[in-house]
């Protein structure tokens, strides 16, 4: 089985910087590239940097990424999405138009004789008991009712100020380095309980491949600065990097 996994794409409905929108060809380039590549996408949260499907509105301006996911899975890949901390508020819209299966706290799978644990990670850094509260008040389903019942427009703006403070609260490089830690952590655990053998998380933003006891950690990184992403293929898992370059791609 060929597995690819991405997470932390932050796709913005308003790009603001030439970074922004480079990050933006980047991953639609990359989605382009996998055409037949792979049996399965695994898209392992804050994938766009806010979701919200109306019951008959979506946001145009993720017209490009719905598409290229869309080519991807008429091509004969299985893709299925885990919920990040940017993109929860779910409506059918990715069951019925995409095919796409959700999940909202994480997925087990077993393939080539691995048992793969997914999950986007929020949970499982060395959380403050603000964050767990904030994020279970946001889940409830009238919060989400709410937001939807607001003039679109108005809920975009009010969702970039909310996303953006998200964003700068995990800026710091210290802060960094304790959630990673917390990852690794919970990722031992759930190797240890024989759980799974791969745990693969994201959210950190940091790419990488960690040995554990009897199994391994794997977080696939950011399309921010590092445009990561993890292969499983037969078994092996992979770290790889993507550049527009090809001569640059490990
Ligand atoms: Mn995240």
Redesign the pocket.
Known sequence: MRICVI??IHYKYRPQTPEDRQNQELILSFLKSSLGKYDLLVLN??IFDLWYDWQRLIIKQYFPLLFALKRLQEEGCQIVYLS???DFWFGDFFQRYLGVKLYPDHHIIEADGKKLYFC???LHTVNDLRYQFFRKLVRLPFIKHIFGLLHPEFALSLGCKLSRSSRKR?DPAALRARKSAGLIKFADNIIKQEIADYVIM??S?QPLVKELSSGIYANSGDWISSHSYLEIVGGELALRFFSLNKENQS
Do not use: A
Request: charged share 20%; net charge negative.
């Open positions: 997470s932390d949260g804050d990040g901390n940017h986007h990670g929020d995990t994201g959210h933003h």
